[in-house]
């Protein structure tokens, strides 16, 4: 597919499960690529090597999306290498599960500062170059979490949902940019985050979505990809990838 050609995509945390697979997705159309990681080098540089192999073009680049500075040396990297951005995916996300009783508050500031302030800080940084080409695509890796709660995840489901408002927000003031902006919501992913939650659990959950499986990293991959192509008359719009968890 070549949709995408001539196209440079930023992936924030794409150096594993959900963020990784969509960088692929979107090089498999075309795109050139802006890696981002936070502590996995050689998976970002593995990556590297698929998205080259696929015959595009692709920066790597470290930086802790919660620092506005560190984000700030994201985009000029990016910028320096490709002079553009045309599509954003804000993906990196972190949990710190625990119920509210004992949850401390540097585990609702973790989440809160990569989930949420980390879309703020991205989206603030690359705005500036879309706004001067007049066009781009942003798409916000959210969570079913974000709309209904879950148990233990208050600060998790309190970013999602900031995410969710957030991305509204971004789309009405944007769309006269001709920028699109959309967040994906999944509902539970086979990637590492999954993986953290206990056995019992994690069958419990899969029990109670109808489509009785979890989605893969390539489903959330395709449904991105199809927001930044074919999809580019949605805009403030929230794309629920959930197996009919909630509707
Ligand atoms: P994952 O497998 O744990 O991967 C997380 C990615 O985020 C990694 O590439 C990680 O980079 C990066 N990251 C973490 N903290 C970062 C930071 N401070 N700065 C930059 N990058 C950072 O998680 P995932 O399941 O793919 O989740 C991706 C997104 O989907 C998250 O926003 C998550 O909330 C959301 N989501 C996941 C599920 C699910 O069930 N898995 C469901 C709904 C939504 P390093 O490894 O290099 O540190």
Redesign the pocket.
């Known amino acids: 597919m070549t949709h995408l050609r001539g196209y440079v995509a930023l992936v924030?945390?794409?150096?594993?499960?959900?963020?990784?697979?969509v960088a692929k997705e979107l090089a498999s159309s075309g795109a050139d690529i802006v890696v981002?990681?936070?502590?996995?080098?050689d998976?970002?540089y593995s990556l590297r090597e698929e998205i080259q192999a696929l015959g595009r073009d692709v920066e790597v680049v470290?930086?802790?999306?919660?620092?506005p500075q560190?984000v700030k040396v994201l985009v000029e990297s990016a910028i320096n290498k490709f002079g553009q951005i045309d599509i954003l995916i804000?993906?990196?996300?972190?949990?710190r599960d625990r119920t509210l009783k004992k949850m401390s508050f540097e585990e609702w500031e973790q989440v809160l500062?990569?989930?949420l302030s980390?879309v703020f800080n991205s989206t603030k940084m690359v705005i500036p170059y879309m706004i001067e080409r007049q066009k781009g695509s942003i798409v916000n890796?959210?969570?079913?979490?974000g709309q209904t709660g879950a148990f233990g995840q208050t600060n998790?489901s309190a970013?999602?949902a900031g995410?969710i408002g957030f991305t509204k927000s971004c789309a009405l003031e944007l769309a006269h940019y001709g920028i699109t902006v959309n967040a994906?919501?999944?509902?539970?992913?086979?990637?590492?985050?999954?993986?953290?939650v206990p056995d019992d659990i994690r069958e419990n959950i899969r029990q109670r979505i109808p489509l009785r499986r979890?989605?893969s990293?390539a489903d959330?991959a395709r449904c991105v990809r199809f927001l930044v192509t074919e999809g580019q008359y949605f805009t403030g719009q929230c794309l629920n990838l959930n197996g009919g968890l909630f509707m």
């Open positions: 924030t945390g794409s150096s594993r499960g959900i963020g990784r697979a981002n990681y936070f502590e996995h080098h998976e970002a470290q930086a802790d999306i919660s620092d560190l804000n993906n990196a996300g972190i949990t500062q990569v989930n980390g890796i959210a969570s079913v979490i998790y970013a999602k995410v994906v919501c999944p509902g539970f992913v086979e990637t590492d985050m999954l993986k953290a979890f989605a990293p959330v």
